[in-house]
């Protein structure tokens, strides 16, 4: 899942392709480029990733097991804290199934499908609801919490934008960015070295996607706009 094509490191303004670079003092060659393209969309994809907390934006199905809390009020009432389970990956498209092992530590699994609250589901019978607060999405319980335990609630489901959604349009657009600058970067280093080589690496190939001339400020502020926040005190437990 990455946000970038070889077509696009190759559409930036200057054009650039294998013969304008160079690789260990020479110009590359069609394989050198191809290869050369793979490994920075892949870094590029991966820093915007680790940039906004997400595995990906692009939509997948993700299964993730929580943490029970049990009632923890007082009195031995489930507390708001102890029906919520945030989700990891955002935006939330679907929940598939929602699901709690409620066996004993001793016993095999027994995994008990929970009933999330829809139209035409009957009152009383529902177990969670999907809920809104902000940018993020989150489950609450409104009966049969999850009991305590460890990894006993198992959440599929499905996050990440429409291939075709204006918001996935402008991560390809900041990725496009930062394969520029990091181009632009490389012939500049290259011209004024002379792609002279140091030791067994050339200067201009030791620099990273991260570099705050390539992954700039600028583009920090637009990729703030997609990342994911925490919220509600522990939030993935």
């Not at 946000?3 to 054009?15: I, K």
């Not at 305590?148 to 204006?166: C, L, M, Q």
């Not at 050339?202 to 992954?215: E, G, I, T």
């Amino acid at each position: 899942m990455v946000y970038l094509t070889q077509e696009d490191v190759e559409a930036s303004g200057a054009g650039y392709g294998y013969a304008d670079l160079k690789q260990a003092g020479a110009s590359m060659t069609a394989t050198q480029w191809q290869r050369f393209c793979d490994q920075l969309i892949d870094s590029i994809t991966a820093a915007i990733n680790s940039y906004c907390k997400v595995t990906s934006f692009e939509q997948a199905t993700y299964t993730e097991y929580h943490n029970g809390r049990g009632a923890t009020g007082d009195l031995g009432e489930y507390t708001e804290r102890d029906r919520i389970f945030m989700i990891r990956q955002q935006p939330v498209n679907s929940i598939t199934s929602v699901s709690e092992d409620d066996a004993s530590m001793v016993d095999a699994p027994n995994w008990t499908a929970r009933v999330q609250r829809a139209v035409g589901i009957a009152a009383g019978t529902a177990d969670y609801q999907l809920l809104t607060r902000g940018t993020l999405q989150y489950i609450r319980f409104d009966q049969n919490v999850p009991a305590r335990g460890h990894n006993n609630v198992k959440i599929v489901y499905i996050a990440g934008y429409d291939p075709d959604s204006a918001q996935l349009d402008a991560i390809r657009m900041i990725a496009q960015q930062i394969s520029d600058n990091f181009l632009a970067k490389k012939k500049a280093l290259q011209e004024a070295s002379a792609a002279r080589t140091i030791g067994t690496k050339d200067s201009v190939d030791m620099f990273k996607v991260q570099a705050p001339d390539v992954f700039t400020a600028d583009i920090k502020m637009q990729l703030d706009n997609f990342k994911r926040a925490r919220a509600m005190g522990p939030a993935w437990r």
